[in-house]
């Protein structure tokens, strides 16, 4: 994919460097959290005994049958089948639904397995990226950040983007982020123009 800068960034190679391989989340439903930060969790069983184990998937959506059925092809060509239900909570960005979810998009599934190989999925993040850089460049609604010797655009979006600064509460005032920072990004990736949507910027950490 490509930024505004140019720079090339293989869609695979990006989001299993931004930890989207292999994750695997814990926390409040019998499965486990469905927070962002869930996404990027250390294992742990599921926390009720009668849940089976937990199934993962991750990769890109290459089709989607009656609006729920994701067809996914994963980081190492293995094929993978994620039901979404009215269950099933859905992260872009923000909490959605499936009506967001695209051919194109990455995706990191966490489910049951049915006996036919379907994830029954209980939590979808979509497009989702956990990413340490390097704050380049300061704009009104975007900062340039450098990554794995290129660059991406991080995009700030008014009610969606905050900032923690040293360990601080959250907030949505992003002018303490200085250029040359080192900072962590959780955010969206954006498959049509290869910026990320920013969630969070953590700097001073």
């Given amino acids: 994919m490509n930024d505004a800068t140019g720079s090339t960034f293989d869609r695979r190679r990006f989001l299993s460097a931004s930890a989207l391989g292999g994750a695997t989340v814990v926390g409040a439903t019998a499965l486990g959290a469905v927070d962002p930060d869930a996404a990027f969790a250390a294992p742990t069983p599921p926390l009720d005994p009668a849940v089976a184990a937990t199934s993962f998937a991750e990769g890109l959506i290459t089709g989607i049958d009656g609006g729920t059925l994701l067809h996914v092809k994963g980081s190492y060509g293995e094929r993978h089948r994620i039901q979404l239900t009215n269950a099933t909570s859905v992260w872009k960005l923000h909490p959605t639904t499936a009506a967001d979810v695209e051919t194109g998009d990455g995706l ?29 460049g300061i704009g009104k609604d975007r900062l340039a950040l450098g990554y794995h ?12 983007s905050t ?35 920013i969630a969070r910027i953590t700097v001073g950490h």
Wanted: zero cysteines; a negative charge; aromatic letters at 6%.
């Fill in 149 to 160: 010797g290129g660059e991406l655009i991080g995009r700030i979006v008014p009610g969606r």
């Fill in 163 to 197: 900032a923690s600064y040293a360990g601080a509460a959250l907030t949505d005032d992003l002018s303490g982020v200085r250029m040359g920072q080192h900072a962590l990004v959780l955010g969206a990736w954006r498959p049509k123009d290869g910026a990320v949507d």
């Fill in 108 to 136: 990191y599934a966490r489910g049951l397995e049915m006996p036919d190989g379907t994830i029954a999925a209980d939590a979808v993040w979509v497009n989702i990226v956990n990413l340490d850089v390097t704050v380049r």
